[in-house]
């Protein structure tokens, strides 16, 4: 049985369609890169699989659950903060509030739980400044310590939406490394969001493209070349390869797709 099932999705952002008819066997251990312009349907498609965001056609199953069963199962470290920098609290204390995930709150941990805290700091590479505030870190610290409370109950899979964002490329470069030793010790499945598909070259297993209500879903080298994006965008896309980078450009208008904001 595979990890993660999409059968004939459709999705709706208000009154618009952006995923029609999607299916996708997604299998444990994979790390799938997620693309595409603004409003394809992203971020809407990751918390479908929370079932956050209903499904219009379809279904999605994990684990051979419907969305929302399991969610316990399922670290999810989304775009922003969601107001993490009105707490004064050192970010190893945010970390311990969503302990169990049942609930926001600071609960008396046990010893076991504390350790649990522990390992997730260690699993992200956020030891080191966890007892200070989190609102005095840099983003790339942010960004480890939102890591760590995804990874504190164990997850099966692990949703990243936009975690390169705003980063500068060392600290992309270091995340991404940190994902995929976290990978390889834990088993765990990654759906990454990213703006752009260089940092992600050597890591991904699969990606994921999404445009006009279409997901085109394979190998780099299937999905990112220009016959297969012009396809999926219905107009000339250049894919070019320069010093081991990708560069994607929309030849009607010069626009360099790589450039663009993919929120």
């Known amino acids: 049985m595979s990890l993660l099932s999409f059968n004939n999705v459709g999705i709706r952002f208000g009154n618009r369609q952006v995923i029609t008819d999607f299916s996708a066997e997604i299998d444990q251990g994979e790390f799938i890169g997620i693309f595409g312009p603004n409003g394809v349907g992203k971020s809407t498609l990751l918390r479908s699989i929370l ?14 659950n419907p969305p929302g069963a ?11 903060e969601d107001g993490l920098e009105a707490f004064s609290l050192s970010a190893r204390a945010l970390v311990a509030a969503v302990y169990r995930g049942e609930r926001w709150g600071l609960p008396w941990l046990s010893s076991h739980a504390r350790e649990e805290v522990e390992y997730s700091l260690e699993l992200a590479g956020a030891s080191e400044y966890a007892h200070r505030p989190f609102s005095q870190l840099s983003g790339g610290e942010k960004k480890r310590i939102m890591l760590a409370q995804a990874l504190l109950n164990h997850p099966k899979l692990l949703l990243l939406d ?25 088993a ?76």
């Open 51 to 64: 079932g956050l965001s209903p499904l219009h056609e379809g279904s999605i199953d994990f684990l051979g």
């Open 70 to 80: 399991l969610n316990s199962l399922i670290g999810y470290l989304p775009q922003a």
């Open 162 to 186: 936009e975690p390169l964002a705003s980063l500068d490329p060392k600290n992309q470069f270091l995340l991404v490394e940190r994902l995929l030793q976290i990978r390889e010790e834990q």
């Open 188 to 263: 765990l499945t990654m759906l990454f969001i990213a703006h752009d598909v260089n940092p992600l070259l050597g890591a991904m297993t699969r990606v994921m493209y999404l445009g006009r209500g279409r997901v085109a879903l394979g190998s780099v080298d299937d999905v990112i070349s220009s016959e297969a994006l012009s396809s999926l965008y219905g107009m000339n896309i250049h894919v070019l390869r320069s010093g081991g980078r990708l560069f994607i450009v929309n030849a009607e208008n010069n626009i360099d797709e790589t450039t663009c904001s993919h929120a």
